[in-house]
């Protein structure tokens, strides 16, 4: 059985939605645009940027857009790519295409025990827009297929009454309640929770779905790490269109997958997290990006044991998900550390003075 070398969550260039949710960080920032994926690059040329020769080994790979990742027809193309490399392909989708998921559901039976759907339950709007039937059917349709899933709700205010309508819904049509994620408000500085609630309360109004992933979220959600982060090496994010390679949502860029002509360079992000928190942490983390960290795995952020003992992972997924990085990657040596962190510290030195040096100038031409 295959063991996890590397995490990678990909971003897919589509900034538009069939959704309009009130608590969708892209509308927060306003960032819906119409634009549909469209890549630069064949889905042949992807697998062979992302085949498993160039990144170690088997991958997890995670592919999310900016609005609704099945909305481009490209994607799944490129997904059947990845796993014909042999990759565990995951992709996140609110599960109204019908259409989608039934191309999905025609792929041999080996592909689909390495594929697995994030499946929002954006509940208002499913209501809202009467697609609840739609919703369900899909789900239903390739969990007959063998296809790995996990539904998941992000919990908001305005879906507090009809926490018990939400919890019946699950039970009937997926065996399990939903897993609960944490909204988060993208305009502030510290990413604090889209709520009017205290945390606490919070945390007690929505732990009543007795979420692994919404405990373990909810545990790391405001602590700041300070350990020595894997990511940049044992995991990393890239821009499918762009190509671009980085250690995460922060840190520097690494090089670019499409430049096939070099060997992919990786490197740790140390100490150096900039983020005030590693909210998605519940991936990163529960895969092992810090090592002495101790988490659930991984599956348990994904998995329902089902009433009558069916699982929403298929055995393949769970026990990949299940791996650590730790197990297919050698920790640095206390020396290499402490390069990497001298390294940053001359470069954000360096990047002071320049921004410095800016202000100055500025204020020499205005005089």
């Not at 040096?357 to 500025?362: A, C, D």
């Amino acid at each position: 059985m295959d063991t996890i070398k590397r995490f990678f969550d990909c971003y897919v260039p589509t900034e538009t939605c069939n959704l309009r949710c009130h608590y969708c960080y892209i509308t927060q920032k306003r960032k819906f645009n119409n634009k549909l994926a469209s890549f630069s690059h064949s889905k042949e040329e992807i697998r062979a940027a992302l085949s498993k020769e160039r990144l170690g080994g088997t991958c997890l790979i995670n592919l999310c857009a900016g609005g609704e990742t099945l909305l481009s027809g490209e994607v799944l193309g490129v997904v059947y790519e990845l796993l014909e490399e042999g990759h565990f392909v995951m992709i996140v989708t609110n599960g109204t295409l019908t259409n989608r998921f039934e191309e999905m559901s025609e792929w041999p039976e080996h592909l689909l025990k390495r594929l697995f759907l994030k499946i929002s339950f954006h509940y208002l709007e499913l209501k809202r827009l009467n697609m609840l039937e739609k919703y369900a059917h899909n789900v239903k349709m390739i969990r007959k297929k063998g296809i790995s899933f996990s539904i998941e709700a992000t919990p908001s205010d305005e879906l507090e009454p009809f926490i018990d309508e939400m919890k019946q819904f699950c039970m009937q049509n997926f065996g399990g309640l939903c897993h609960i994620t944490i909204a988060r408000d993208e305009r502030t500085s510290g990413i604090e929770i889209l709520s009017e609630h205290s945390f606490e309360e919070y945390k007690k109004i929505w732990g009543v779905f007795d979420s692994v992933m919404f405990d373990f979220k909810s545990k790391i959600f405001y602590q700041k790490r300070n350990e020595f982060c894997y990511a940049g090496d044992w995991s990393a994010f890239i821009n499918l269109e762009t190509g671009s390679l980085r250690q995460c949502y922060c840190g520097k860029e690494l090089g670019n997958i499409y430049d096939i002509s070099k060997p992919l360079e990786f490197e740790a992000i140390g100490y150096d997290c900039i983020m005030p928190h590693c909210y998605n942490g519940h991936a990163f983390l529960a895969i092992g990006d810090i090592p002495e960290l101790d988490t659930p795995p991984f599956s348990e952020m994904r998995n329902r044991i089902c009433s009558d003992g069916t699982e929403w992972l298929s055995h393949e997924m769970k026990e990949f998900m299940s791996h650590k990085l730790i197990e297919n990657n050698e920790e640095y040596s206390v020396l290499k550390k402490k390069r990497i962190k001298v390294r940053f510290k001359t470069v954000k030195a360096y990047r002071k003075i320049r921004r410095t040096m800016g202000k100055i100038k500025r204020k020499i031409k205005k005089a």
